[in-house]
């Protein structure tokens, strides 16, 4: 266990992180579990938990203010989540009272998208504010509008007093944006309106704003955007230089003779270590960074001083939950607020000090306690905003660890570093949903209610698995020995990489038991899709993960295994719950799902062939675990980014022929619109989420392998 982080200047012997589990042998102690968190020679904060490792209040005690999600009572303690462990009300609240501080609530739909945000305290100021929000998306469920104001009805379904507003009314089918509108202060007319075009590889070639007209993007060979809009004067520009490494490192003035407003260096793993900032061309600050093994930010030193000119002490909630600031300049310590998105909502120092809020891509605005605008921006130099990334004001682009995010684009500025593996555009934020999603590596999304540390050597294996497995799987299709061959491939896998040539998918199909004699192939390539079917068997390959491939396959059976020996369910019966909540939770019947949602959900074989709506039947024995068990839950958020976002995975079980999969077919359409946009010349072949009854028998068979290890709880 990890007793204490100790910070480069731990001058007087106290400037470390340290970590509490509790009484010897106690529960916190057995488990491993930080039950507190002290800094600075005294505890900072106090975890209380709901489970073996989800922390539902956490206890400042030397500022006197807490987080609490336990604000319920009687059988219900937890109101802060709802039955799907969702976050509803997020509260900061002042200890001794309990007077709000910050008060978030939330609304979702059933995909738990969220579509409204109300801000209960800025409403009850002496002058009310309003900077509620409500949400709207399309059937892929990515952000359509965003409109700020105060909620109306019950539950919230419009806004009046309405304050600003966005909308994205057309997005192509990898999620570029080619209509953007913005209406800056709530009177209905847009003051921005913005079309745009992309290419094969999602680089922005285009863009025609009104009223006035943005710097263009521009790019290198290797997808850096060279020429970028400024994001706070985007008819302005920048100049950005890139290593060879695509990390960039010069920021320069668009203009006749550019002057450079910033420089940037970093060690071997990507840490930004040094930023010099410049006025007018000349150097006047260089910042040096410190950070833990984890890429978090722990010390900034300023020029050459050899103390620290600010200090950070991160929670053990998410990576980015930044607990507090310390600065040596008048002892500031400032305390920070974050919402359900890992927004700094506000900063606390014996009082709300400074408030934030933010558009969906991240643009930050500076506010008072009172939410008022704040003239001239923060008033403490902070950076660390949306969603818990760090801001750079020389530039207005967020630092996020591997790459930089540009928040009036909603785009990154330089391609994936994991290339396909993730997403099939390498520029696309958080599948086009910022209001669920947040990417703290610049990597890989994952849901806004992740629990725990990510861990960075996850993030920077994944990177180099994907190389790693790509070849292999390339030298497995060289071997001349079959078995070899399977081998090599399955390690390939093992890896996360992706499937790209006919041949791969044929000893695919071996690996899984599936005989490739007398097989029929429903679509081809160019439908950017294929269904192999070999008798009884098929094969769906499709636009998913193999790693989801893997995942799902575990959670399946464990919901097979549950129902059989739990409710004593037949085999058959047990199968066709699995299958049903496969179809929920992982979104394989998409197609079924959005044409008719409310006979779908009350038509799967749930409790032994009964159909039951599995939302509202208290009595469903599926339901205690489905939503309750942690790992599962897990499993469900990890794995259905890509279907579930995008709605492209069919369910093979129903596929009897071609004309089952009819071009007038909704999710036939949905990949035909794809080929059309040219979507497959750049699309990476891959496994769908189809998972046959003997799925681990047929792996272990096939390759006497191990499986893959589970997911970690």
């Known amino acids: 266990m990890v007793s204490s982080v100790i910070y480069p200047d731990n001058t007087g012997g106290n400037r470390k992180a340290t970590y509490g589990y509790g009484s010897a042998n106690g529960v916190g102690d057995k488990l491993s579990r930080v039950g507190s968190l002290a800094f600075g020679g005294g505890t900072v904060v106090d975890y209380t938990y709901y489970g073996l490792g989800t922390a539902v209040k956490t206890d400042y005690s030397a500022a006197g203010i807490n987080w609490d999600l336990i604000t319920g009572s009687g059988s219900d303690p937890y109101a802060g989540l709802d039955r799907f462990g969702r976050i509803v009300r997020n509260l900061w609240k002042v200890t001794s009272g309990g007077a709000a501080l910050d008060e978030i609530k939330y609304g979702y739909d059933r995909a738990s998208n969220r579509i409204w945000r109300e801000?209960?305290?800025?409403?009850?100021?002496?002058?009310?504010?309003?900077?509620?929000?409500?949400?709207?998306?399309?059937?892929?469920?990515?952000?359509?509008?965003t409109q700020r104001g105060q909620l109306a009805g019950n539950p919230p379904s419009s806004v009046t007093n309405k304050r600003f507003a966005q909308a994205w009314p057309t997005l192509d089918p990898l999620g570029n944006w080619l209509s953007f509108n913005e209406d800056s202060n709530g009177d209905g007319t847009n003051d921005l309106t913005q079309t745009r075009a992309a290419n094969a590889v999602n680089e922005i070639t285009s863009l025609s704003t009104s009223p006035t007209a943005w710097t263009q993007p521009g790019y290198d060979a290797a997808g850096n955007m060279t020429s970028l809009p400024r994001p706070s004067a985007p008819t302005s520009g920048y100049l950005a230089t890139y290593d060879a490494w695509h990390r960039l490192v010069k920021l320069?003035?668009?203009?006749?003779?550019?002057?450079?407003?910033?420089?940037?260096?970093?060690?071997?793993?990507?840490?930004?270590?040094?930023?010099?900032?410049?006025?007018?061309?000349?150097?006047?600050?260089t910042r040096h960074f410190y950070y833990s093994a984890g890429w978090r930010l722990l010390e900034e030193r300023i020029d050459a001083?050899?103390?620290?000119?600010?200090?950070?002490?991160?929670?053990?909630?998410?990576?980015?939950?930044?607990?507090?600031?310390?600065?040596?300049?008048?002892?500031?310590?400032?305390?920070?607020?974050?919402?359900?998105?890992?927004?700094?909502?506000?900063?606390?120092?014996?009082?709300?000090?400074?408030?934030?809020a933010y558009a969906p891509y991240g643009a930050p605005t500076v506010l008072n306690a009172d939410f008022t605008v704040k003239s001239g921006g923060t008033g403490y130099a902070w950076n660390v905003l949306y969603a818990g990334y760090k801001w750079d004001a020389e530039s207005g682009l967020f630092q996020v660890r591997f790459r930089y995010l540009h928040p009036m684009l909603g785009n990154w500025v330089t391609r994936d570093p994991i290339g396909y593996g993730s997403d099939?555009?390498?520029?696309?934020?958080?599948?086009?949903?910022?209001?669920?999603?947040?990417?703290?590596?610049?990597?890989?999304?994952?849901?806004?209610?992740?629990?725990?540390?990510?861990?960075?050597?996850?993030?920077?294996?994944?990177h180099f698995n994907k190389l790693i497995?790509?070849?292999?799987?390339?030298?497995?299709?060289?071997?001349?020995?079959?078995?070899?061959?399977?081998?090599?491939?399955?390690?390939?896998?093992?890896?996360?990489?992706?499937?790209?040539?006919?041949?791969?998918?044929?000893?695919?199909?071996?690996?899984?038991?599936?005989?490739?004699?007398?097989?029929?192939?429903?679509?081809?390539?160019?439908a950017t899709s294929i269904l192999i079917q070999c008798g009884q068997d098929k094969i769906c390959i499709g636009l998913d993960k193999i790693g989801h491939f893997f995942q799902l396959?575990?959670?399946?059976?464990?919901?097979?295994?549950?129902?059989?020996?739990?409710?004593?369910?037949?085999?058959?019966?047990?199968?066709?719950?699995?299958?049903?909540?496969?179809?929920?939770?992982?979104?394989?019947?998409?197609?079924?799902?959005?044409?008719?949602?409310?006979?779908?959900?009350?038509?799967?074989?749930?409790?032994?062939?009964?159909g039951v709506d599995p939302f509202n039947n208290p009595a469903d024995p599926f339901r205690d675990f489905r939503f309750s068990d942690t790992r599962l839950n897990r499993i469900g958020a990890w794995g259905s980014l890509?279907?579930?976002?995008?709605?492209?995975?069919?369910?093979?079980?129903?596929?009897?022929?071609?004309?089952?999969?009819?071009?007038?077919?909704?999710?036939?359409?949905?990949?035909?619109?794809?080929?059309?946009?040219?979507?497959?010349?750049?699309?990476?072949?891959?496994?769908?989420?189809?998972?046959?009854?003997?799925?681990?028998?047929?792996?272990?068979?096939?390759?006497?392998?191990?499986?893959?290890?589970?997911?970690?709880?």
Not at 323 to 346: C, F, H, I, K, T
């Open 252 to 285: 320069r003035t668009d203009v006749t003779t550019p002057v450079t407003v910033a420089e940037y260096a970093y060690d071997g793993l990507t840490r930004r270590t040094v930023k010099k900032t410049h006025a007018s061309g000349t150097l006047s600050e």
């Open 305 to 356: 001083g050899t103390t620290y000119g600010a200090q950070y002490v991160w929670g053990l909630r998410y990576i980015d939950d930044c607990v507090l600031r310390d600065r040596p300049s008048g002892s500031e310590r400032l305390y920070v607020l974050q919402d359900a998105n890992w927004n700094v909502d506000a900063l606390y120092s014996s009082g709300i000090v400074e408030r934030y």
């Open 119 to 145: 801000n209960m305290v800025a409403k009850a100021q002496t002058t009310p504010q309003y900077f509620d929000e409500l949400y709207g998306y399309d059937g892929a469920y990515r952000l359509t509008q």
């Open 424 to 462: 099939t555009n390498l520029y696309w934020n958080v599948y086009g949903n910022p209001i669920v999603y947040v990417d703290p590596f610049g990597l890989r999304p994952c849901l806004c209610g992740c629990e725990g540390l990510v861990d960075v050597k996850d993030a920077v294996n994944d």
């Open 553 to 610: 396959g575990y959670a399946y059976q464990e919901i097979r295994s549950k129902l059989m020996k739990k409710y004593r369910l037949t085999e058959a019966d047990a199968i066709a719950a699995a299958e049903a909540w496969g179809s929920w939770t992982e979104g394989i019947d998409v197609p079924n799902r959005t044409a008719n949602t409310t006979s779908f959900i009350k038509t799967p074989p749930l409790q032994g062939g009964k």
């Open 642 to 713: 890509a279907d579930q976002q995008l709605g492209l995975v069919f369910d093979p079980t129903g596929v009897s022929s071609p004309a089952d999969l009819a071009a007038n077919s909704t999710g036939f359409k949905f990949w035909s619109d794809f080929a059309k946009a040219g979507f497959k010349d750049t699309f990476k072949f891959d496994i769908c989420a189809y998972i046959s009854t003997d799925w681990d028998q047929s792996v272990k068979k096939n390759t006497n392998k191990r499986l893959p290890q589970r997911p970690k709880n």
């Open 469 to 526: 497995g790509r070849t292999l799987a390339a030298v497995a299709m060289q071997n001349g020995n079959f078995e070899a061959r399977q081998e090599a491939l399955f390690d390939a896998l093992v890896k996360g990489t992706v499937l790209e040539t006919n041949a791969e998918l044929s000893l695919l199909a071996n690996l899984r038991g599936v005989q490739m004699n007398n097989c029929s192939t429903v679509f081809d390539q160019s």
